[in-house]
């Protein structure tokens, strides 16, 4: 199996519109051969929109590949959060790290695509609605940050109101993806919206910023069931492809759902296991809410900047219609509202 040459048909397209149009499954294969590894033919997609991830099978074990989207990180970003997960991995905390490859790095480029490869780490999601599991997380998640305060990236960007909230507002203005009957009144609540978040910052005051997960929702979580007296029972993070400096709340909010009383009890059951190992800010309480509100506008960004790649429109019909971006209002409407109500 011999690489092809970037500007070859099997190569992705240069024009970035369709960036996996070149990865065939003899793409695939042809491409971890050349980073070293032994591939048995057996190759199976897994469910990722932002970059192509396989399970593949080698003589010895079942790995899994992510094929980085091209042109969204920079080999320097991707590096660093790899050494943040390695660190984390030599630590002894509970995250899949990458493996290095032939070329003695955790990163490898052939066919114009940057690869990662990492051990296969079965499990299922965690019950979020049983206060141990989330005390067990917070523990986990405690001993992360610990180390994520250690230093701070160099490369990898911030999450705040800019990279989250202004950017992705003038990203869809500027690209006409909301309606135009539309535009004035999406224009108007995402202001209001952003001008809440920044009064939720001001309240929060000048919190640390540490090096993050940063989309730690439950399907990033591998729960392992423990086996007798076996210690590698528990929650497995995995994904750290959006980490970033941000305030450690960010890790923590998406743990939690339902009415303000339920999501109280589940932050005190996460608590209660984060700071074991990590002092938690009350301030940052203030940040809930803002977070939420700056995911929101970040995600109709993010479907919006990949609208030309031909899965995306097959993933999210609904999105670009007029009840989406009505339905959009009416959800920062509802987040203007929480955010000026009292901290979680």
Not at 101 to 108: C, D, E, F, I, K
Not at 184 to 199: C, F, I, K, N, R
Not at 290 to 306: E, G, P
Request: a negative charge.
């Amino acid at each position: 199996m011999n690489d092809k040459p970037a500007d070859s048909p099997g190569s992705p397209e240069s024009s970035m519109s369709a960036p996996y149009a070149g990865l065939t499954p003899d793409a695939v294969l042809d491409s971890l051969e050349a980073a070293g590894l032994a591939p048995d033919g057996r190759l199976q997609a897994l469910n990722s929109y932002e970059n192509r991830v396989y399970q593949f099978g080698t003589d010895e074990s079942q790995l899994i590949a992510k094929f980085y989207r091209p042109g969204r990180w920079t080999d320097e970003e991707i590096l660093e959060e790899h050494a943040f997960v390695r660190e984390l991995a030599e630590r002894e905390l509970p995250v899949v790290a990458p493996m290095t490859l032939a070329n003695g790095s955790t990163l490898h480029e052939t066919g114009g695509y940057r690869i990662a490869v990492y051990a296969r780490c079965g499990g299922r999601a965690p019950e979020l609605e049983q206060p141990d599991t989330l005390e067990w997380m917070g523990r986990f998640l405690g001993r992360i940050h610990a180390v994520g305060a250690l230093k701070e990236f160099e490369v990898r960007p911030f999450l705040d109101p800019e990279t989250f909230g202004y950017e992705p507002r003038d990203y869809l203005l500027d690209h006409d993806f909301v309606p135009p009957d539309l535009v004035e009144a999406w224009t108007g609540v995402v202001d209001h919206a952003l001008e809440a978040v920044e009064s939720s910052y001001d309240r929060a005051g000048d919190v640390a910023l540490i090096r993050l997960h940063g989309d730690c929702h439950s399907g990033n979580v591998l729960w392992i069931e423990r086996r007798g007296n076996e210690a590698q029972g528990g929650p497995h993070f995995v994904d750290f492809d959006d980490s970033r400096m941000g305030p450690a709340i960010q890790d923590l909010w998406m743990l939690l759902s339902g009415d303000r009383e339920t999501m109280r009890a589940q932050f005190n059951h996460v608590l209660r296991g984060y700071e074991d190992f990590a002092e938690f800010d009350d301030r940052e309480r203030h940040l809930v809410e803002a977070l939420r509100t700056l995911r929101l506008v970040h995600y109709s960004a993010w479907i919006a900047r990949r609208w030309d790649d031909p899965a995306f429109p097959a993933a999210f019909p609904w999105f670009n219609t007029q009840r989406y971006w009505q339905d959009r209002i009416l959800e920062l409407r509802e987040q203007i509202a929480l955010m000026d109500e009292a901290p979680l």
